[in-house]
């Protein structure tokens, strides 16, 4: 019922910066928590960081005073200013987002992904 198509990923140099967005659509939904996931090659998806509708969010530690998570829910988009990029940063980006029914969380949906590569 919904899909979810990120954008803004690259190549960028230690210490650059990138901001990621991701756009939901579909008809008649409405989307709790998003955020964003990261997944290299061979390793597990780890959160990088989530955000509620009204705002709240909360962050890995790895990325804390590095990234910021926002959201315009009149745009069904949610996006991450990536600042101070690091090698280890390198990875596929996700977008997930949380159909909400009745007033309750009932499903996550992904997005494809966007690559980030950070290397000098």
């Known amino acids: 019922q919904l899909h979810l198509v990120e954008s803004g990923g690259g190549l960028v140099q230690p210490g650059g910066s990138l901001k990621l967005s991701c756009e939901a659509s579909?008809?008649?939904?409405?989307?709790?928590?998003m955020g964003w996931y990261r997944q290299a090659p061979g390793r597990q998806r780890e959160m990088v960081a989530e955000?509620?509708?009204?705002?709240?969010?909360v962050y890995a530690d790895s990325v804390k005073g590095r990234f910021t998570i926002s959201r315009d829910n009149a745009k069904n988009t949610v996006y991450l200013q990536m600042n101070s990029l690091k090698p280890e940063d390198t990875a596929v980006y996700y977008c997930?987002?949380?159909?909400?029914?009745?007033?309750?969380?009932?499903?996550?949906?992904w997005g494809q992904g966007t690559q980030v590569t950070v290397s000098s």
């Open positions: 997930r987002a949380g159909l909400i029914r009745l007033g309750r969380p009932v499903q996550d949906y």
């Open positions: 579909g008809s008649g939904f409405m989307v709790g928590g």
């Open positions: 955000i509620t509708r009204g705002g709240p969010s």
